[in-house]
Protein backbone atom coordinates (compact mmCIF):
# COMPACT_ATOMS: atom_id res chain seq x y z
CA UNK A 1 0.00 0.00 0.00
CA UNK A 2 1.38 3.53 -1.04
CA UNK A 3 1.51 5.86 1.89
CA UNK A 4 0.90 9.59 0.77
CA UNK A 5 1.50 12.73 2.94
CA UNK A 6 0.31 16.06 1.62
CA UNK A 7 1.57 19.21 3.07
CA UNK A 8 1.38 22.92 2.50
CA UNK A 9 -1.75 24.03 3.42
CA UNK A 10 -3.18 26.61 5.42
CA UNK A 11 -4.61 30.69 5.39
CA UNK A 12 -4.28 32.81 2.30
CA UNK A 13 -5.83 36.34 1.44
CA UNK A 14 -7.49 36.30 -1.40
CA UNK A 15 -5.16 36.90 -4.50
CA UNK A 16 -2.21 35.17 -2.57
CA UNK A 17 -0.36 32.07 -3.33
CA UNK A 18 0.47 28.55 -1.98
CA UNK A 19 2.31 25.21 -2.85
CA UNK A 20 1.12 21.85 -1.81
CA UNK A 21 3.17 19.30 -1.61
CA UNK A 22 2.79 15.23 -2.03
CA UNK A 23 5.24 12.59 -0.91
CA UNK A 24 4.95 9.16 -2.01
CA UNK A 25 6.44 6.03 -0.49
CA UNK A 26 7.43 2.85 -2.34
CA UNK A 27 8.36 2.65 -5.94
CA UNK A 28 5.83 2.91 -8.25
CA UNK A 29 5.15 6.61 -8.13
CA UNK A 30 7.14 7.24 -11.30
CA UNK A 31 5.24 5.30 -13.55
CA UNK A 32 1.94 6.28 -11.77
CA UNK A 33 -0.60 9.15 -12.44
CA UNK A 34 -1.04 11.80 -9.80
CA UNK A 35 -3.90 13.89 -9.65
CA UNK A 36 -5.00 16.45 -7.04
CA UNK A 37 -8.32 16.90 -5.58
CA UNK A 38 -10.11 19.23 -3.53
CA UNK A 39 -13.42 18.83 -1.30
CA UNK A 40 -15.50 21.91 -0.32
CA UNK A 41 -18.01 21.28 2.69
CA UNK A 42 -21.15 19.27 1.87
CA UNK A 43 -19.90 19.23 -2.37
CA UNK A 44 -18.83 16.40 -3.83
CA UNK A 45 -14.80 15.66 -4.48
CA UNK A 46 -13.62 17.17 -7.50
CA UNK A 47 -10.33 17.12 -9.60
CA UNK A 48 -8.28 19.80 -9.60
CA UNK A 49 -5.38 18.74 -11.86
CA UNK A 50 -3.47 15.86 -13.18
CA UNK A 51 0.14 14.80 -13.64
CA UNK A 52 0.79 11.71 -15.74
CA UNK A 53 3.80 9.52 -15.97
CA UNK A 54 4.82 11.63 -18.80
CA UNK A 55 4.21 14.51 -17.40
CA UNK A 56 1.23 15.83 -19.29
CA UNK A 57 -1.30 17.25 -17.68
CA UNK A 58 -4.93 18.61 -17.33
CA UNK A 59 -7.13 20.99 -15.38
CA UNK A 60 -10.68 21.73 -13.89
CA UNK A 61 -11.58 24.56 -15.79
CA UNK A 62 -11.87 26.65 -12.88
CA UNK A 63 -8.40 27.05 -12.13
CA UNK A 64 -6.62 26.87 -15.49
CA UNK A 65 -3.99 29.93 -15.24
CA UNK A 66 -4.19 29.95 -11.94
CA UNK A 67 -2.85 26.51 -10.34
CA UNK A 68 0.28 24.35 -11.56
CA UNK A 69 0.83 21.01 -11.46
CA UNK A 70 4.26 19.09 -11.82
CA UNK A 71 6.21 16.33 -10.22
CA UNK A 72 9.82 15.20 -9.01
CA UNK A 73 10.22 11.57 -9.56
CA UNK A 74 13.66 11.83 -7.73
CA UNK A 75 12.09 12.69 -4.48
CA UNK A 76 8.41 10.69 -5.00
CA UNK A 77 6.53 14.21 -4.74
CA UNK A 78 3.55 15.80 -6.74
CA UNK A 79 3.25 19.72 -6.02
CA UNK A 80 0.31 22.26 -7.02
CA UNK A 81 1.12 25.81 -7.29
CA UNK A 82 -1.71 27.64 -6.23
CA UNK A 83 -1.93 31.75 -7.44
CA UNK A 84 -4.58 34.49 -7.71
CA UNK A 85 -6.18 32.00 -4.49
CA UNK A 86 -10.15 32.98 -4.23
CA UNK A 87 -12.31 32.53 -1.60
CA UNK A 88 -14.21 29.48 -3.69
CA UNK A 89 -10.71 27.38 -3.89
CA UNK A 90 -11.66 26.72 -0.14
CA UNK A 91 -11.46 23.18 0.53
CA UNK A 92 -9.48 19.94 1.64
CA UNK A 93 -7.14 19.05 -0.78
CA UNK A 94 -6.57 15.37 -1.28
CA UNK A 95 -3.58 13.66 -2.98
CA UNK A 96 -4.27 11.03 -5.27
CA UNK A 97 -2.04 8.17 -7.00
CA UNK A 98 -3.24 6.35 -9.40
CA UNK A 99 -1.25 3.19 -10.70
CA UNK A 100 -1.15 1.60 -14.48
CA UNK A 101 -4.08 -1.11 -13.62
CA UNK A 102 -1.97 -4.28 -13.10
CA UNK A 103 -0.45 -2.55 -10.10
CA UNK A 104 -3.11 -2.35 -8.04
CA UNK A 105 -6.05 0.39 -6.88
CA UNK A 106 -5.30 4.13 -6.38
CA UNK A 107 -4.13 5.32 -3.11
CA UNK A 108 -5.33 8.84 -1.02
CA UNK A 109 -3.42 11.05 1.40
CA UNK A 110 -4.84 12.26 4.21
CA UNK A 111 -5.80 15.78 2.71
CA UNK A 112 -4.62 19.36 3.74
CA UNK A 113 -6.89 22.51 4.37
CA UNK A 114 -6.56 25.46 2.62
CA UNK A 115 -8.63 28.99 3.56
CA UNK A 116 -8.73 31.67 1.66
CA UNK A 117 -10.20 34.59 3.56
CA UNK A 118 -9.70 37.72 4.42
Known amino acids: QVQLVESGGGLVQPGGSLRLSCAAS????????MSWYRQAPGKQRDMVAT???????DYADSVKGRFTISRDNAKNTVYLQMNSLKPEDTAVYYC????????????WGQGTQVTVSS
Open 96 to 107: NLRPPSAYGRDS
Open 26 to 33: GSIFRIAA
Open 51 to 57: ITSGSST
